[in-house]
T-cell receptor, first 117, second 114 residues
């Protein structure tokens, strides 16, 4: 079965400094992985997705993530944080061969990013 | 302008009442989903539907019901049997059978039981 663990529930950075949000996954199959962002009281927006092509995936708003199979990790990074990056971030794995729910998404519990001026 | 709409944005309910949350999409997606979000718990799947007139229970279906009579619509009813319904509810859609299953989300409905 697939699962995903976000290692930090809260991360706080200063504006202009790098962002690192950590995610480990567990999957019996080659996974599809996503990062979504959610601003307060809003829906989720896709930041980026890994689909077994390039291991370094670039997303919107300067974010990128690297798929490391040996470490079963898919950490999200950004070189320089902006105040508008303050939000909650979800690491997500796509269930595969999961009975009738093939393709359903399994969400991590989220990491809340705070950006200090 | 393609997307997913949810209404209402805020909903208040008295204990013992059923309420229905609306979800409409014009993305021509086959699959639709309902999630519940509670602080610190991520998103949990309530129900999903991969085709019209068919739907499946997710991980926390008790106390909820759905219908899928039209491709673009997937309403969720929160019944009086749901013991703790206060939460943020998110609807999503995707192209069924296409992997990876990127899902597109609506803006959400915040339900509060008074």
């Amino acid at each position: 079965a697939q699962s995903v663990t976000q290692l930090d529930s809260h991360v706080s950075v200063s504006e202009g400094t790098p962002v690192l949000l950590r995610c480990n996954y567990s999957s019996s199959y080659s996974p599809s992985l996503f990062w979504y962002v959610q601003h307060p009281n809003k829906g989720l927006q896709l930041l980026l997705k890994y689909t077994s092509a390039a291991t370094l995936v670039k997303g919107i708003n300067g974010f990128e993530a690297e798929f490391k199979k040996s470490e079963t990790s898919f950490h999200l990074t950004k070189p320089s944080a902006h105040m508008s990056d303050a939000a909650e971030y979800f690491c997500v794995v796509s269930a595969q061969n999961y009975g009738g729910s093939q393709g359903n998404l399994i969400f991590g519990k989220g990491t809340k990013l705070s950006v200090k001026p | 302008d393609g997307g997913i709409t949810q209404s209402p944005k805020y909903l208040f309910r008295k204990e013992g009442q059923n309420v229905t949350l609306s979800c409409e999409q014009n993305l021509n997606h086959d699959a639709m989903y309902w999630y519940r979000q509670d602080p610190g718990q991520g998103l949990r799947l309530i129900y999903y539907s991969q085709i019209v007139n068919d739907f499946q229970k997710g991980d926390i279906a008790e106390g909820y019901s759905v219908s899928r009579e039209k491709k673009e619509s997937f309403p969720l009813t929160v019944t009086s049997a749901q013991k703790n319904p206060t939460a943020f509810y998110l609807c999503a859609s995707s192209n069924a059978g296409q992997l990876p299953n990127e899902q597109f989300f609506g803006p959400g409905t915040r339900l509060t039981v008074l």
